[in-house]
């Protein structure tokens, strides 16, 4: 029996409009005028609550109540919680929780009282009615109801003095047969309230429900999973540490991401919830220095957590990439992300389907999204409900402009009641949670049986529960509540790889509208600038051998704005915007061209040189481009090369000279995905052409004219007085006989004969 009560439940829920009929016995009633109270003692009677609309999902009573709480750490849902200066009223028990013709009902209660002062002289008034809850809408608006509408009182009985802060228990017994149930009454859910009263006023009513099923009467059972988003906190890329220190918490033996891999672990017959998890989440907390939270990270790899799918890495905002005026191929490259984990992560194989889960309801360009993302399935948590009273499997198919998608669509009421299961002080008891869940289940499966008898149709409906995203579990009471829901007759609780192993539903549903973005939503514009420098930082980091490796690091700044959980947190989700493009604008400045000065070419051919400075920390594979600005200069060649990390090369560029003049020369440096990776530079050429030719031939020219210039000196020298005559060579060469006489030898000094050179000598 569940769930509602004045103090403490979901705020906002329209005040119920309630009509009270009253069938009274001839022995006669007693009203006891109280402020929203119709009480009668005995006999068939009921308080009505006034159906709101034809399903629970276009009730507009059921509206803000069907807005789930996200869940917080506090005292779990079975302990007392003490409020302070309220009395409250929890249900601790029901036995039977499902009752037949005949059988007496006992309701454990517990009341507390936070008040500074004892509780003394009050009453406990017990309501019910005789009539059946026939819709869900119906069923909703009273368990959720914070008002102090009670049903029609069967009893009262006395409660003791109960002391500031302290808890009492108590048991109160309900005979079905005062409430004239017999064999052939109608099978279902019937309502029940319970009050504090004192003085004629009540203190805290709690809304809850009886359960009848006549033998034979129980319909076929529908199915239900339940699926919870596994994310953590947004990353600031200014303070990793501070990052680090919160998961660190969160996977604390107290955090969130603990409860929530306890609530994955089955504890009963029925199985756990699954866990949809951001596998970059994983990959973090695998790296920790925290023993704690690496050990919550094996929980989810290996098997302890029944069933794991997951999400895209970061959990990015579809809708935000949707709206942005992407393509939907361009906007699906965000939802691709998995690549930018670490090299070496590698997902479980037990691993499920990946999801795409959008917050809120989503619409059909979020949809078409997902669809060109190529995601398995896109979870809907709000919208597409079936119309009418009809009941539908979770699985659908969902056309957009891209394709037909697979959609899992969670059933809202199922889904808030299973959220409010928390650690916080206002939280369901697990029998108050587990009652509406068996009745409202109870309604489904009538329904469903009506729809086999109407239709045709006797397939079992398959369906969802989904958690919101930052919900915190007590997984204790969780785990009562699904075995005690898996127990029921009508109702299995299954895995969700069940659930989505169900063919897909044809029953038509409510569609979802064309394009409704969500303020909370990164701003389109800057959903562009980050998309935009994401392509251009993959195709600078083509220069590297391993482009992912190189560009990992700003990937994933650029993917950290785009989470849901900056939803929450504008401002630093706008620093993280403006650091993930500051890195990303330093990364594409690791290669660099050194400025040169001004170059003289006088041949026809050369190479002119360009210095290439790499500051990455890998190789870089680059083209030089030089761009002339005239056609007197032609480039004959575009070198590509290797430049290691961390140094510069000087890379020749062959260039042919047509004419002379000043060329200024543009230089480029090309990815190899054709990228310009370098910032533009230029340099000045000074082009003579020919000239080369022309300075050869001036030299040689030069070199011909000395050489004939000395012949033409030592043949204008002529002949010396002095010089030796062919006579005289001739008497050298035959003296006289001995016969003729000699001729006188002149007298010479001696020192005359020693230095005066011969003629030959001189010659």
Same mark, same amino acid.
């Given at each position: 029996?569940?769930?509602?009560?004045?103090?403490?439940?979901?705020?906002?829920?329209?005040?119920?409009?309630?009509?009270?009929?009253?069938?009274?016995?001839?022995?006669?009633?007693?009203?006891?005028?109280?402020?929203?109270?119709?009480?009668?003692?005995?006999?068939? %009677?009921? *308080?009505?609550?006034?159906?709101?609309?034809?399903?629970?999902?276009?009730?507009?009573?059921?509206?803000?109540?069907?807005?789930?709480?996200?869940?917080?750490?506090?005292?779990?849902?079975?302990?007392?919680?003490?409020?302070?200066?309220?009395?409250?009223?929890?249900?601790?028990?029901?036995?039977?929780?499902?009752?037949?013709?005949?059988?007496?009902?006992?309701?454990?209660?517990?009341?507390?009282?936070?008040?500074?002062?004892?509780?003394?002289?009050?009453?406990?008034?017990?309501?019910?009615?005789?009539?059946?809850?026939?819709?869900? %809408?119906?069923?909703?608006?009273?368990?959720?109801?914070?008002?102090?509408?009670?049903?029609?009182?069967?009893?009262?009985?006395?409660?003791?003095?109960?002391?500031?802060?302290?808890?009492?228990?108590?048991?109160?017994?309900?005979?079905?047969?005062?409430?004239?149930?017999?064999?052939?009454?109608?099978?279902?859910?019937?309502?029940?309230?319970?009050?504090?009263?004192?003085?004629?006023?009540?203190?805290?009513?709690?809304?809850?429900?009886?359960?009848?099923?006549?033998?034979?009467?129980?319909?076929?059972?529908?199915?239900?999973?339940?699926?919870?988003?596994?994310?953590?906190?947004?990353?600031?890329?200014?303070?990793?540490?501070?990052?680090?220190?919160?998961?660190?918490?969160?996977?604390?033996?107290?955090?969130?991401?603990?409860?929530?891999?306890?609530?994955?672990?089955?504890?009963?017959?029925?199985?756990?919830?699954?866990?949809?998890?951001?596998?970059?989440?994983?990959?973090?907390?695998?790296?920790?220095?925290?023993?704690?939270?690496?050990?919550?990270?094996?929980?989810?790899?290996?098997?302890?957590?029944?069933?794991?799918?997951?999400?895209?890495?970061?959990?990015?905002?579809? !809708?935000?990439?949707?709206?942005?005026?992407?393509?939907?191929?361009?906007?699906?490259?965000?939802?691709?992300?998995?690549?930018?984990?670490?090299?070496?992560?590698?997902?479980?194989?037990?691993?499920?389907?990946?999801?795409?889960?959008?917050?809120?309801?989503?619409?059909?360009?979020?949809?078409?999204?997902?669809?060109?993302?190529?995601?398995?399935?896109?979870?809907?948590?709000?919208?597409?409900?079936?119309?009418?009273?009809?009941? !539908?499997?979770?699985?659908?198919?969902?056309?957009?402009?891209?394709?037909?998608?697979?959609?899992?669509?969670?059933?809202?009421?199922?889904?808030?009641?299973?959220?409010?299961?928390?650690?916080?002080?206002?939280?369901?008891?697990?029998?108050?949670?587990?009652?509406?869940?068996?009745?409202?289940? *109870?309604?489904? %499966?009538?329904?469903?049986?009506?729809?086999?008898?109407?239709?045709?149709?006797?397939? *079992?409906?398959?369906?969802?529960?989904?958690?919101?995203?930052?919900?915190?579990?007590?997984?204790?009471?969780?785990?009562?509540?699904?075995?005690? @829901?898996?127990?029921?007759?009508?109702?299995?609780?299954?895995? @969700?790889?069940?659930?989505?192993?169900?063919?897909?539903?044809?029953?038509?549903?409510?569609?979802?509208?064309?394009?409704?973005?969500?303020?909370?939503?990164?701003?389109?514009?800057?959903?562009?600038?980050?998309?935009?420098?994401?392509?251009?930082?993959?195709?600078?980091?083509?220069?590297?051998?391993?482009?992912?490796?190189?560009?990992?690091?700003?990937?994933?700044?650029?993917?950290?704005?785009?989470?849901?959980?900056?939803?929450?947190?504008?401002?630093?989700?706008?620093?993280?915007?403006?650091?993930?493009?500051?890195?990303?604008?330093?990364?594409?400045?690791?290669?660099?061209?050194?400025?040169?000065?001004?170059?003289?070419?006088?041949?026809?051919?050369?190479?002119?040189?360009?210095?290439?400075?790499?500051?990455?920390?890998?190789?870089?594979?680059?083209?030089?481009?030089?761009?002339?600005?005239?056609?007197?200069?032609?480039?004959?060649?575009?070198?590509?090369?290797?430049?290691?990390?961390?140094?510069?090369?000087?890379?020749?560029?062959?260039?042919?000279?047509?004419?002379?003049?000043?060329?200024?020369?543009?230089?480029?440096?090309? *990815?190899?995905?054709?990228?310009?990776?370098?910032?533009?530079?230029?340099?000045?050429?000074?082009?003579?052409?020919?000239?080369?030719?022309?300075?050869?031939?001036?030299?040689?020219?030069?070199?011909?004219?000395?050489?004939?210039?000395?012949?033409?000196?030592?043949?204008?020298?002529?002949?010396?007085?002095?010089?030796?005559?062919?006579?005289?060579?001739?008497?050298?060469?035959?003296?006289?006989?001995?016969?003729?006489?000699?001729?006188?030898?002149?007298?010479?000094?001696?020192?005359?004969?020693?230095?005066?050179?011969?003629?030959?000598?001189?010659?």
């Amino acid at each position: 029996m569940t769930v509602s009560r004045t103090a403490g439940a979901l705020a906002g829920l329209a005040t119920l409009i309630t009509v009270l009929l009253v069938t009274l016995l001839a022995s006669g009633v007693t009203l006891l005028p109280s402020a929203g109270t119709a009480v009668g003692e005995g006999g068939r %009677a009921e *308080a009505v609550v006034a159906e709101t609309g034809t399903t629970g999902l276009d009730a507009p009573a059921t509206a803000t109540a069907l807005a789930a709480p996200a869940g917080a750490e506090g005292t779990a849902g079975g302990v007392a919680a003490v409020r302070d200066g309220e009395v409250t009223i929890d249900l601790v028990g029901d036995l039977p929780d499902v009752a037949q013709p005949g059988d007496t009902v006992t309701l454990t209660l517990r009341v507390t009282n936070g008040r500074d002062t004892a509780l003394d002289g009050a009453q406990i008034d017990l309501g019910a009615s005789w009539q059946v809850v026939s819709s869900r %809408a119906a069923l909703a608006a009273w368990a959720l109801d914070d008002t102090t509408t009670t049903a029609l009182r069967q009893k009262s009985e006395p409660l003791g003095r109960v002391e500031p802060g302290a808890s009492t228990q108590t048991d109160l017994a309900l005979p079905v047969d005062i409430l004239g149930l017999g064999a052939d009454a109608p099978w279902g859910p019937r309502a029940i309230s319970l009050a504090v009263v004192s003085g004629g006023e009540p203190l805290d009513v709690l809304h809850t429900f009886l359960l009848f099923a006549p033998d034979g009467q129980e319909p076929s059972p529908v199915s239900l999973s339940v699926v919870a988003p596994v994310t953590g906190p947004a990353i600031d890329p200014r303070d990793p540490a501070g990052y680090d220190a919160e998961l660190a918490g969160l996977t604390a033996p107290d955090g969130r991401l603990t409860a929530l891999a306890a609530a994955g672990t089955p504890a009963s017959a029925a199985p756990g919830v699954a866990l949809a998890v951001d596998p970059a989440l994983v990959a973090a907390a695998q790296e920790s220095d925290e023993p704690t939270t690496v050990a919550w990270a094996e929980q989810l790899t290996d098997g302890t957590v029944q069933e794991v799918v997951t999400l895209s890495a970061f959990d990015p905002d579809v !809708a935000a990439l949707a709206h942005s005026g992407l393509s939907p191929s361009e906007a699906a490259t965000g939802l691709r992300a998995r690549a930018w984990l670490p090299s070496d992560w590698q997902a479980p194989a037990a691993w499920g389907p990946e999801l795409v889960w959008p917050a809120g309801r989503p619409d059909v360009t979020t949809m078409a999204t997902a669809r060109q993302a190529n995601a398995d399935h896109v979870l809907v948590s709000q919208g597409l409900a079936p119309r009418g009273d009809q009941v !539908a499997s979770a699985r659908t198919a969902v056309g957009t402009s891209t394709g037909k998608v697979s959609a899992l669509v969670a059933d809202e009421h199922l889904s808030v009641v299973l959220a409010r299961i928390t650690g916080q002080d206002d939280a369901p008891t697990p029998a108050e949670a587990a009652q509406q869940l068996r009745a409202d289940t *109870a309604l489904l %499966a009538a329904g469903q049986r009506e729809q086999a008898r109407s239709e045709g149709v006797a397939t *079992a409906p398959s369906l969802l529960a989904a958690l919101p995203r930052g919900w915190s579990p007590d997984a204790e009471a969780l785990h009562q509540v699904l075995g005690a @829901l898996d127990a029921a007759e009508w109702a299995d609780v299954v895995t @969700l790889g069940q659930t989505i192993a169900t063919p897909a539903s044809d029953t038509p549903r409510h569609g979802l509208p064309r394009s409704d973005a969500d303020p909370a939503e990164l701003a389109p514009e800057t959903v562009v600038d980050l998309a935009e420098t994401h392509r251009a930082v993959a195709e600078f980091a083509s220069v590297a051998d391993d482009p992912d490796e190189l560009s990992a690091g700003v990937d994933r700044m650029l993917v950290f704005p785009l989470a849901h959980a900056f939803r929450d947190d504008t401002e630093t989700r706008a620093a993280a915007v403006s650091t993930a493009l500051e890195r990303a604008g330093e990364l594409r400045q690791g290669i660099s061209v050194a400025d040169r000065s001004a170059i003289n070419l006088v041949a026809d051919t050369g190479a002119l040189p360009v210095l290439v400075r790499n500051d990455l920390p890998a190789d870089a594979t680059v083209t030089v481009v030089l761009r002339p600005d005239d056609p007197r200069l032609k480039v004959e060649s575009r070198p590509t090369v290797v430049v290691p990390a961390g140094s510069s090369t000087q890379v020749p560029v062959e260039v042919r000279a047509i004419g002379s003049g000043d060329v200024d020369i543009a230089v480029e440096v090309l *990815a190899p995905s054709g990228a310009v990776v370098a910032e533009p530079t230029t340099f000045s050429v000074t082009v003579r052409a020919g000239w080369e030719t022309v300075g050869t031939g001036v030299v040689a020219a030069a070199v011909g004219l000395l050489f004939v210039a000395g012949i033409w000196r030592t043949v204008r020298r002529g002949r010396s007085t002095r010089r030796t005559t062919g006579d005289d060579v001739s008497a050298v060469a035959d003296p006289p006989s001995a016969d003729a006489p000699s001729a006188p030898t002149p007298a010479v000094p001696p020192s005359d004969q020693q230095h005066a050179p011969s003629e030959i000598d001189r010659t």
